[in-house]
């Protein structure tokens, strides 16, 4: 069974940064693809980051510059870190685990509870 828990969210001041953690259960973590999606009040959930599982990326383009998804095989890890953030990054952050490698598929049956990430002064 997959279990996917994040932490790191918080409040923050506009031009601040924080990382938020995924920690994954299961032994084969390295052979999926992760990401994280984000979900702000009265919108659709949307993908933020994904890397594949051999280690490429891709990034919304609200967020190239400013975040760095980035993973740890040894500890079954995921990480997004966030800098530079904006108001408009306030949302809650959910970690997703592909079906297989590659970014495609993402955005199914896998999700971590959400962590809320609130850019503030």
């Known amino acids: 069974q997959v279990q996917l828990v994040e932490s790191g969210g918080g409040l923050v001041q506009p031009g601040g940064s924080l990382r938020l953690s995924c920690a994954a259960s299961?032994?084969?973590?390295?052979?999926?693809?992760m990401g994280w999606y984000r979900q702000a009040p009265g919108k659709q959930r949307e993908l933020v980051a994904a890397i594949t599982s051999g280690g490429r990326s891709k990034y919304a383009e609200s967020v190239k510059g400013r975040f760095t998804i980035s993973r740890d095989n040894a500890t079954n890890t995921l990480y997004l870190q966030m800098n530079s953030l904006k108001p408009e990054d306030t949302a809650v952050y959910y970690c997703n685990r592909g079906l297989y490698g590659s970014w495609s598929s993402l955005g199914y049956d896998y999700w971590g509870q959400g962590a809320q990430v609130t850019v503030s002064s």
């Open positions: 299961g032994s084969t973590f390295s052979i999926y693809a």
